[in-house]
């Protein structure tokens, strides 16, 4: 956009020299209140007490089944990833000789889906 100089004569150049100088009085003003919120904020009292602001301490948690759940828990888990561990030692096999599928990114994909299947349950019933 050309900005004239010299005073205005036509109407299309006075809305451009408008807009030229408000876009720069805004700008001017956007600097000036940026400014004076940064040295506001600096040298402002702390509103919060330091008490408040110490970080907790994160550690890992161990995850832990109650004591009179704790057999049926095991049992079952122990089950499940035996199974499951069948399951994807022989899918790819079965998928070959029995059903004459010979696609290797086809058996991958079903073994695939099962243990999706068995990490997604897990994360959905926690």
Do not use: K, Y
């Not at 720069?24 to 000036?32: D, E, K, T």
């Not at 059903?99 to 290797?104: C, E, N």
Request: glycine share 8%.
């Amino acid at each position: 956009m050309a900005v004239c100089l010299s005073a205005p004569d036509r109407p299309d150049q006075v809305r451009q020299f408008a807009a030229a100088t408000e876009m720069a009085r805004a700008r001017r003003n956007g600097v000036v209140e940026a400014a004076s919120d940064a040295l506001s904020m600096w040298r402002g009292p702390e509103t919060m007490e330091t008490a408040a602001m110490t970080r907790p301490v994160l550690r890992p948690q161990w995850f832990g089944v109650p004591a009179g759940m704790r057999q049926g828990f095991i049992s079952v888990a122990l089950a499940a990833f035996a199974s499951l561990g069948l399951f994807g030692a022989l899918a790819g096999q079965f998928m070959t000789r029995e059903l004459d599928i010979h696609d290797r990114v086809l058996t991958s994909a079903v073994v695939f889906a099962a243990f999706g299947t068995a990490a997604a349950s897990q994360v959905v019933s926690a």
